[in-house]
């Protein structure tokens, strides 16, 4: 089998995996699911103005097992604001793009390393990349984690980050 069929077929044996452990970030009644294989970029912008509800919030830290502290940071909210939010609780636009933002790179980040344990790995370590801090560290901006999609794919491609 040449590489190019194994890569094939290690994605295509993933593929279940990348998408079930994507849905865990979004409730059932968004079905936007693995949203850059899915939906049109005009239902992601809609989902974005209408407003993420606070339970893909609670998912998407799930995930990323990110503590409320952490994930305020990340929104640039504070955690007492975080704290008040009930479920009916849609966020704000900017709230609502980091969290489309963060599980795009977390959907690319399992399609890289094969599944989400290693991903979760690699975000947490200090890279070279990045002048040794941890890729968690750039989560806060968009700027940050259009950084880490791009190192990503230099990975992706063999090229050495």
Request: glycine content about 4%; overall charge neutral.
């Amino acid at each position: 089998m040449n590489p190019l069929n194994q890569k094939t077929n290690k994605v295509l044996k993933n593929e279940s995996l990348m998408v079930e452990e994507a849905a865990i970030a979004y409730s059932p009644a968004m079905k936007i699911g693995y949203i850059s294989n899915t939906s049109s970029e005009m239902d992601v912008l809609n989902l974005i103005k209408k407003g993420i509800p606070k339970k893909a919030l609670d998912k998407t830290m799930q995930m990323m097992d990110f503590s409320l502290d952490e994930m305020s940071s990340i929104l640039h909210v504070s955690e007492r604001t975080l704290r008040r939010y009930d479920d009916k609780t849609h966020l704000n636009i900017e709230q609502s793009e980091r969290i489309i933002e963060l599980n795009n790179l977390y959907n690319y980040g399992v399609e890289v390393f094969g599944n989400l344990s290693n991903f979760k790995s690699w975000i947490n370590s200090p890279i070279m990349a990045l002048g040794q801090q941890k890729p968690k560290e750039f989560l806060d901006t968009s700027l940050g984690i259009q950084m880490l999609k791009n190192i990503l794919g230099r990975i992706e491609q063999g090229v050495y980050s």
